[in-house]
T-cell receptor
Framework: GENVEQHPSTLSVQEGDSAVIKCTYS??????FPWYKQELGKRPQLIID?????GEKKDQRIAVTLNKTAKHFSLHITETQPEDSAVYFC????????????FGAGTILRVKS | DAMVIQNPRYQVTQFGKPVTLSCSQT?????MYWYQQKSSQAPKLLFH???????NEADTPDNFQSRRPNTSFCFLDIRSPGLGDAAMYLC???????????????FGPGTRLTVL
Protein backbone atom coordinates (compact mmCIF):
# COMPACT_ATOMS: atom_id res chain seq x y z
CA GLY A 1 0.00 0.00 0.00
CA GLU A 2 0.85 3.66 0.02
CA ASN A 3 3.44 4.96 2.48
CA VAL A 4 3.93 8.64 3.33
CA GLU A 5 6.99 9.98 5.11
CA GLN A 6 7.03 13.48 6.59
CA HIS A 7 9.94 15.63 7.71
CA PRO A 8 10.87 17.26 9.96
CA SER A 9 9.02 15.94 12.99
CA THR A 10 9.43 19.27 14.77
CA LEU A 11 10.18 22.71 13.39
CA SER A 12 10.82 25.93 15.27
CA VAL A 13 10.90 29.23 13.41
CA GLN A 14 10.97 32.85 14.37
CA GLU A 15 7.83 34.86 13.73
CA GLY A 16 7.97 36.29 10.22
CA ASP A 17 10.25 33.59 8.88
CA SER A 18 9.19 30.90 6.42
CA ALA A 19 8.50 27.27 7.27
CA VAL A 20 8.78 24.31 4.92
CA ILE A 21 7.52 20.80 5.59
CA LYS A 22 8.27 17.98 3.17
CA CYS A 23 6.55 14.69 2.42
CA THR A 24 7.38 11.80 0.16
CA TYR A 25 5.00 9.11 -1.04
CA SER A 26 5.62 5.68 -2.44
CA UNK A 27 2.86 4.96 -4.97
CA UNK A 28 3.17 6.91 -8.21
CA UNK A 29 -0.58 6.43 -8.79
CA UNK A 30 -1.47 8.68 -5.83
CA UNK A 31 -3.17 11.77 -7.15
CA UNK A 32 -4.57 13.84 -4.29
CA PHE A 33 -2.41 15.45 -1.60
CA PRO A 34 -4.03 17.43 1.21
CA TRP A 35 -2.42 19.21 4.14
CA TYR A 36 -4.21 19.34 7.48
CA LYS A 37 -3.55 21.61 10.46
CA GLN A 38 -4.45 20.34 13.90
CA GLU A 39 -4.34 22.56 16.95
CA LEU A 40 -4.10 20.98 20.38
CA GLY A 41 -7.32 19.20 21.28
CA LYS A 42 -9.04 20.19 18.05
CA ARG A 43 -10.00 18.50 14.83
CA PRO A 44 -7.72 18.35 11.78
CA GLN A 45 -8.67 21.06 9.31
CA LEU A 46 -7.74 21.19 5.66
CA ILE A 47 -5.53 24.16 4.86
CA ILE A 48 -4.60 23.41 1.27
CA ASP A 49 -4.63 20.52 -1.16
CA UNK A 50 -3.24 19.73 -4.59
CA UNK A 51 -4.04 17.23 -7.29
CA UNK A 52 -1.54 15.48 -9.47
CA UNK A 53 -2.40 17.50 -12.56
CA UNK A 54 -0.85 20.68 -11.13
CA GLY A 55 2.59 21.41 -9.77
CA GLU A 56 1.89 24.27 -7.39
CA LYS A 57 -1.00 25.89 -5.59
CA LYS A 58 -1.03 28.99 -3.43
CA ASP A 59 -3.49 30.48 -0.97
CA GLN A 60 -2.29 33.69 0.65
CA ARG A 61 0.65 32.75 2.92
CA ILE A 62 0.37 29.04 2.23
CA ALA A 63 1.59 27.18 -0.83
CA VAL A 64 2.03 23.55 -1.79
CA THR A 65 4.37 22.21 -4.46
CA LEU A 66 4.24 18.76 -6.01
CA ASN A 67 7.02 16.92 -7.82
CA LYS A 68 5.46 13.80 -9.33
CA THR A 69 8.72 12.51 -10.74
CA ALA A 70 10.41 12.55 -7.36
CA LYS A 71 7.16 11.65 -5.56
CA HIS A 72 7.35 14.43 -3.04
CA PHE A 73 5.29 17.43 -2.07
CA SER A 74 5.96 20.30 0.27
CA LEU A 75 4.06 22.83 2.35
CA HIS A 76 5.41 26.37 2.44
CA ILE A 77 4.22 28.91 4.99
CA THR A 78 5.55 32.43 4.60
CA GLU A 79 5.53 35.25 7.14
CA THR A 80 4.74 32.84 9.95
CA GLN A 81 2.65 34.00 12.88
CA PRO A 82 2.23 32.55 16.38
CA GLU A 83 -1.22 31.25 15.42
CA ASP A 84 0.43 29.04 12.81
CA SER A 85 1.79 26.94 15.68
CA ALA A 86 0.14 23.52 15.41
CA VAL A 87 0.69 20.01 14.15
CA TYR A 88 0.63 19.69 10.37
CA PHE A 89 -0.16 16.43 8.60
CA CYS A 90 0.37 15.67 4.95
CA UNK A 91 -1.57 12.88 3.27
CA UNK A 92 -1.81 11.06 -0.05
CA UNK A 93 -4.79 9.45 -1.69
CA UNK A 94 -5.01 6.83 -4.42
CA UNK A 95 -7.97 5.35 -6.28
CA UNK A 96 -6.42 1.89 -5.96
CA UNK A 97 -7.06 2.06 -2.22
CA UNK A 98 -10.50 3.57 -2.38
CA UNK A 99 -9.26 7.17 -2.11
CA UNK A 100 -8.45 6.67 1.56
CA UNK A 101 -6.02 9.19 3.02
CA UNK A 102 -2.64 7.86 4.11
CA PHE A 103 -1.20 10.35 6.58
CA GLY A 104 2.36 11.31 7.30
CA ALA A 105 3.48 11.19 10.92
CA GLY A 106 3.02 14.92 11.43
CA THR A 107 5.20 17.97 12.05
CA ILE A 108 4.97 20.07 15.19
CA LEU A 109 5.48 23.67 14.12
CA ARG A 110 6.38 26.23 16.76
CA VAL A 111 6.46 29.88 15.79
CA LYS A 112 8.37 31.92 18.34
CA SER A 113 7.42 35.54 18.82
CA ASP B 1 -24.03 25.41 8.90
CA ALA B 2 -23.37 22.02 7.38
CA MET B 3 -21.15 20.06 9.68
CA VAL B 4 -19.95 16.83 11.25
CA ILE B 5 -21.12 16.31 14.82
CA GLN B 6 -19.79 13.81 17.32
CA ASN B 7 -21.35 12.81 20.62
CA PRO B 8 -20.32 12.67 23.29
CA ARG B 9 -17.24 14.88 23.21
CA TYR B 10 -15.82 13.07 26.24
CA GLN B 11 -16.58 9.50 27.20
CA VAL B 12 -15.35 7.63 30.25
CA THR B 13 -15.85 3.90 30.41
CA GLN B 14 -14.62 1.03 32.48
CA PHE B 15 -12.27 -1.66 31.28
CA GLY B 16 -14.34 -4.20 29.38
CA LYS B 17 -17.57 -2.20 29.40
CA PRO B 18 -19.03 -1.71 25.90
CA VAL B 19 -19.22 1.81 24.62
CA THR B 20 -20.78 3.44 21.55
CA LEU B 21 -19.66 6.66 19.95
CA SER B 22 -21.85 8.48 17.48
CA CYS B 23 -21.33 10.68 14.48
CA SER B 24 -23.81 12.60 12.40
CA GLN B 25 -23.41 14.82 9.37
CA THR B 26 -25.48 17.39 7.54
CA UNK B 27 -23.16 17.51 4.52
CA UNK B 28 -24.95 14.66 2.74
CA UNK B 29 -21.61 13.04 2.00
CA UNK B 30 -21.72 9.42 0.97
CA UNK B 31 -18.41 8.40 2.55
CA MET B 32 -17.90 8.28 6.31
CA TYR B 33 -14.72 7.35 8.18
CA TRP B 34 -13.72 6.47 11.71
CA TYR B 35 -10.19 7.24 12.85
CA GLN B 36 -8.37 6.59 16.09
CA GLN B 37 -5.82 9.20 17.10
CA LYS B 38 -3.44 8.79 19.99
CA SER B 39 -1.35 11.56 21.42
CA SER B 40 1.29 12.95 19.06
CA GLN B 41 0.32 10.54 16.30
CA ALA B 42 -1.44 10.81 12.97
CA PRO B 43 -5.06 9.70 12.69
CA LYS B 44 -5.27 5.96 12.06
CA LEU B 45 -8.11 4.78 9.86
CA LEU B 46 -10.23 2.05 11.47
CA PHE B 47 -12.87 1.64 8.76
CA HIS B 48 -15.01 3.55 6.34
CA UNK B 49 -18.35 3.34 4.62
CA UNK B 50 -18.74 4.04 0.94
CA UNK B 51 -22.50 4.51 0.92
CA UNK B 52 -23.62 1.31 2.66
CA UNK B 53 -20.52 -0.64 1.78
CA UNK B 54 -18.40 -1.30 4.86
CA UNK B 55 -14.61 -1.36 4.48
CA ASN B 56 -12.52 -2.60 7.36
CA GLU B 57 -8.81 -1.88 7.62
CA ALA B 58 -6.78 -5.06 7.87
CA ASP B 59 -5.26 -4.11 11.22
CA THR B 60 -8.44 -2.90 12.92
CA PRO B 61 -9.04 -5.09 15.98
CA ASP B 62 -12.18 -7.22 16.07
CA ASN B 63 -13.08 -5.33 19.22
CA PHE B 64 -14.12 -2.40 17.02
CA GLN B 65 -17.31 -2.49 14.99
CA SER B 66 -19.38 0.06 13.16
CA ARG B 67 -22.91 0.66 12.00
CA ARG B 68 -24.30 3.11 9.49
CA PRO B 69 -28.09 3.00 9.62
CA ASN B 70 -28.52 5.84 7.13
CA THR B 71 -26.54 8.47 5.22
CA SER B 72 -26.43 10.88 8.12
CA PHE B 73 -25.41 8.68 11.04
CA CYS B 74 -22.53 6.37 11.82
CA PHE B 75 -21.67 4.61 15.08
CA LEU B 76 -18.47 3.16 16.47
CA ASP B 77 -18.94 0.29 18.91
CA ILE B 78 -16.09 -0.85 21.12
CA ARG B 79 -17.16 -4.19 22.52
CA SER B 80 -14.64 -4.61 25.32
CA PRO B 81 -12.49 -1.51 25.73
CA GLY B 82 -8.98 -2.02 26.96
CA LEU B 83 -6.58 0.54 28.38
CA GLY B 84 -4.90 0.70 24.98
CA ASP B 85 -8.13 1.90 23.38
CA ALA B 86 -8.00 5.22 25.21
CA ALA B 87 -7.68 7.78 22.44
CA MET B 88 -9.41 10.49 20.45
CA TYR B 89 -11.88 9.03 17.97
CA LEU B 90 -12.48 11.16 14.92
CA CYS B 91 -15.31 10.83 12.45
CA UNK B 92 -14.88 12.28 8.98
CA UNK B 93 -16.93 12.54 5.83
CA UNK B 94 -16.25 13.16 2.18
CA UNK B 95 -17.92 13.06 -1.19
CA UNK B 96 -16.87 10.07 -3.21
CA UNK B 97 -13.82 10.73 -5.33
CA UNK B 98 -14.11 12.09 -8.80
CA UNK B 99 -12.06 10.74 -11.66
CA UNK B 100 -9.34 12.98 -10.34
CA UNK B 101 -9.02 11.08 -7.09
CA UNK B 102 -9.83 11.79 -3.48
CA UNK B 103 -11.70 14.69 -1.98
CA UNK B 104 -11.40 16.75 1.16
CA UNK B 105 -12.35 14.94 4.33
CA UNK B 106 -14.30 16.98 6.86
CA PHE B 107 -13.57 15.99 10.43
CA GLY B 108 -15.84 16.10 13.44
CA PRO B 109 -14.56 17.53 16.75
CA GLY B 110 -13.77 14.05 18.05
CA THR B 111 -14.70 12.03 21.12
CA ARG B 112 -11.99 11.60 23.72
CA LEU B 113 -12.34 8.16 25.25
CA THR B 114 -10.93 7.40 28.68
CA VAL B 115 -10.80 3.79 29.89
CA LEU B 116 -10.53 3.28 33.64
Amino acid sequence: GENVEQHPSTLSVQEGDSAVIKCTYSDSASNYFPWYKQELGKRPQLIIDIRSNVGEKKDQRIAVTLNKTAKHFSLHITETQPEDSAVYFCAASNRKYGNKLVFGAGTILRVKS
Amino acid sequence: DAMVIQNPRYQVTQFGKPVTLSCSQTLNHNVMYWYQQKSSQAPKLLFHYYDKDFNNEADTPDNFQSRRPNTSFCFLDIRSPGLGDAAMYLCATSKSGTSGGGNEQFFGPGTRLTVL
